[in-house]
């Protein structure tokens, strides 16, 4: 059974950083390219950074969060990181974990950024 857990959201002041993290387990992670996805409300679901499995990680960000956002992955702990830094009101959203080209999704964590 593939599970992917996500925490560390929050409420955060704009211009202030949160780091995400999301535990799979049930799938062979160090072979699976990650991805995180957020969705503000009455918005749809949309891609915001992916890395690869391979050696080199390849990584995919938005144009909305380059430079700002950093993903990363730690293949012994089977987890991915997103490391959110200079905040914007406009990233508030649910912030959901998937298994690249699967049906496999977390259960999202809340980020709301607001003063």
């Known amino acids: 059974q593939v599970q992917l857990v996500e925490s560390g959201g929050g409420l955060v002041q704009p211009g202030g950083s949160l780091r995400l993290s999301c535990a799979a387990s049930?799938?062979?992670?160090?072979?699976?390219?990650m991805a995180w996805y957020r969705q503000a409300p009455g918005k749809q679901r949309e891609l915001v950074a992916r890395i690869t499995s391979g050696g080199d990680g390849a990584i995919y960000y938005a144009e909305s969060v380059k430079g700002r956002f950093t993903i990363s992955r730690d293949n012994a702990k089977s987890t991915v990181f997103l490391q959110m830094n200079s905040l914007k009101p406009e990233d508030t959203a649910v912030y959901y974990c998937?298994?690249?080209?699967?049906?496999?999704w977390g259960q999202g964590t809340q980020v709301t950024v607001s003063s």
């Open positions: 049930g799938i062979t992670f160090s072979l699976r390219t």
């Open positions: 998937k298994v690249w080209t699967s049906a496999y």
